[in-house]
């Protein structure tokens, strides 16, 4: 590969210690925040996408906007909503959805 | 009579009290002088361990480089953000030093940017203050809307690139034993934005609930950083392998994508030419029933390597799935930063004060107002 040589690599699994509950680079409004509701979100970190995810269904990769902010609009139904930046554990924010009904 | 000798020293007298004026404020960047930064971040502020190092060129501290600093302000940031701010406490330490490398020559190992004069010019609780959504675009330099580390000792910058490390811990009340988790974003420039990703080809692995498309982080593909590729899958744990090359159209004479049919993977194909691959174990994620793993490639300081385009993909052990026994997700292009221009800032960032390396971002800076004796 000439001068474009590239060194090895390494791999770095998900963390499994972090506690998804406490601070983090994700801030909900309102938190907890509600099925059925908009939810304002603002991420701080320097991850240009994020995902976020409700239960099992499909993560949904989103680039947060000027100042770090999405919406989610509404939210769907289901018990926990999950943020990852994919840049370890400050990186994560887990919360539990109020229902409504 | 030689008057050099003598006029040069009042030369530089005027000069330097000339640049202070045209630096009152000494803000860093200066463009945000009175403009507010387009970004927030985190910096030092945020309540869990990060070790940061941030490394500001001299030509953008102005007469800051001739005087000693006495210590710096963050303000919060404002703009569309009229977020009510909670009180809270952090623990931060600040070490300055003259750092022997400058923002484009920044490496993702501490050690490598941290200068030999490293002073701790501050090591204590934060006071974050209660503050309200501003009236004022930017935020005045003004408690609740900004906050004020002074130095312990003065700094005296010997080289030309400031190098500020800060390590964060969450405050604990020493009697109730609780800690705050504030949330106090500040003001901050995050440079260009890094080119997108690009998304080749459909993934052949279904499961349920859909896995999400590989992807990166792609503003960690700078020279002298660590590449990002990031995938996450459902939730149970499974090895995986991160194929990375430098071509999606070519395998050694063979036209990419290719399809695996034929070799027992049905409705997959290979979708780059791999020259590394990268074995990794997808891992349950600290919440929801998903898995997680990431493939870190380190990006040496080679000009050459500006702009290089790499293309990755992964190949998920699904014992059962098909005859191969492996699922192939979708892949993915990036380039590494072309490195136009020339970063005058550069950010390191570990989540823990124990890693020897972080992730490096270039242009990206909280926007600082330097105090200066």
Redesign the interface.
């Known amino acids: 590969?000439?001068?474009?040589s590239?060194?090895?690599?390494?791999?770095?699994?998900?963390?499994?210690?972090?506690?998804?509950r406490?601070?983090?680079?994700f801030?909900v409004q309102p938190d907890p925040p509600v099925a059925g509701q908009p939810v304002e979100v603002?991420y701080?970190?320097?991850?240009?996408?994020v995902?976020y995810?409700v239960?099992?269904?499909?993560?949904v990769?989103v680039r947060p906007g000027?100042?770090?902010?999405f919406r989610i609009d509404p939210l769907p139904s289901g018990d926990?909503l999950?943020f990852?930046?994919?840049?370890?554990?400050?990186?994560?924010?887990?919360r539990e959805i109020i229902q409504t009904h | 009579m030689n008057l050099i000798p003598v006029i040069r020293p009042a030369v530089l007298l005027t000069l330097t009290a000339h640049l202070a004026a045209q630096f009152p404020a000494n803000v860093v960047p200066n463009t945000y002088l009175n403009l507010d930064g387009p970004v927030l971040s985190d910096f030092a502020f945020g309540a869990y361990e990060t070790r940061r190092q941030l490394l500001i060129d001299a030509v953008e501290l102005g007469p800051s480089r001739v005087r000693q600093l006495a210590g710096l302000q963050l303000r919060r940031n404002a703009g569309g953000d009229q977020d009510v701010l909670e009180a809270g406490r952090v623990h931060v330490r600040v070490t300055l030093s003259s750092s022997p490398r400058s923002a484009a020559t920044a490496e993702a190992a501490f050690t490598a940017n941290r200068g030999q004069d490293a002073t701790v010019v501050f090591d204590g609780v934060v006071d974050l203050p209660a503050c309200p959504a501003p009236t004022t675009d930017p935020a005045p330099w003004v408690e609740p809307f900004a906050i004020t580390l002074p130095f312990t000792v003065p700094f005296r910058l010997a080289s030309r690139t400031l190098c500020i490390e800060t390590e964060t811990t969450p405050y604990v009340d020493p009697i109730t034993g609780t800690r705050t988790d504030p949330w106090w974003p500040v003001d901050s420039v995050s440079g260009r934005d890094s080119e997108e990703p690009s998304v080749l080809g459909p993934s052949c692995w279904s499961e349920n609930p859909t896995p999400a498309p590989a992807c990166t982080v792609p503003n960690t593909f700078v020279l002298g950083g660590r590449g990002i590729f990031t995938l996450s899958g459902p939730a149970t744990p499974r090895t995986a392998v991160c194929l990375v090359g430098v071509s999606g159209t070519d395998f050694n004479g063979l036209p990419l994508p290719f399809a695996l049919d034929m070799f027992g993977a049905p409705g997959c194909s290979l979708q780059v030419a791999p020259f590394l691959q990268i074995p990794t174990t997808l891992m349950r994620a600290p919440a929801g029933p998903r898995t997680e793993g990431r493939a870190e490639l380190p990006i040496p300081r080679d000009g050459n390597l500006a702009g290089l385009p790499l293309f990755a993909q992964w190949m998920v052990f699904s014992p059962g799935t098909n005859i191969l026994g492996t699922n192939w997700t979708n892949g993915v292009s990036i380039r590494i930063d072309p490195g136009l221009g020339v970063p005058r800032f550069a950010w390191v960032e570990a989540p823990d004060l124990v890693s020897g390396v972080g992730h490096l971002y270039m242009r990206r800076t909280p926007v600082i107002r330097f105090i200066h004796n």
């Open positions: 590969m000439n001068s474009r590239l060194p090895s690599a390494e791999h770095r699994p998900g963390t499994t210690s972090a506690d998804p406490g601070p983090s680079r801030k603002t701080s970190g320097p991850a240009k996408f995902e995810q239960d099992g269904q499909p993560a990769r000027a100042d770090g902010k926990e999950m990852s930046d994919n840049l370890g554990i400050p990186g994560y924010l887990y």
